[in-house]
Structures are given as structure tokens and as C-alpha cells.
């Protein structure tokens, strides 16, 4: 069987897998950090500490996507002399962390006996 990527076009597809991958990781760290209340800036400030550095054009719209689906809510406030948008879990988005969580461990177990 040959090699169906040419050499020269590895790196390319490693690196669409590769954010692949951490799309979908991305919303399982980002329901984690609402469990606690935080507006974008810190969030991202949040998951970058944690290893999971995100841009904003990526974020923003992630957390927007996930409030229509109805696992966030959010509410504008000011604070420091300016207007935030503040995001937390809803009801719908902690039962749904849990569910997830519990598949990604499932996963992640998987993977490390066959890793």
C-alpha cells in the first residue's frame, strides 16, 4: 500500500488535524473555566495560563455558539469604568459538562492504553 500524502504536504495535514483535535477539545475547556462566572478577556487569559492559548475570532463566536445552543448565559455589566459581557454555565450547559466529561474520560483512557 502506498503512501497517499506526499512528504511536502504532511505538515499541512498535521496541522489540520492538529486543530482538528483542538476544536473540539477547545469547547470542553471552555465549559470547564464558566463554571465560574468570567468575561472573555480572562477567559482566554484563563485557557492560554492553561496551556490551550485562543484568538479572539475563534472565541468570541465559540462562546455565542454555545449561549444559542443554550449552555451559557451571559449578561452585560460595567466594571472599571467600562461595559463586559459576563459568561456562566447554564443548568443545560452543567448537565451537559458532565456528560462530557465523562466521555472525555473515557476517551482519554482509551487513548493512553493504545497510545
Known sequence: MRDMVAPHDVGDLVENLRLELRRGCLVLAVLAQLRTEQYGYTLRKTLAGAGLPVDEGTLYPLLRRLESQGLLASEWR????????????????????????????????SLTRML
Not at 87 to 104: D, I, P
Open 78 to 109: 460595567e466594571e472599571e469604568s467600562r461595559n463586559k459581557r459576563f459568561y456562566r454555565l447554564s443548568a443545560a450547559g452543567r448537565s451537559v459538562l458532565k456528560q462530557l466529561v465523562t466521555e472525555w474520560r473515557g476517551i482519554d483512557a
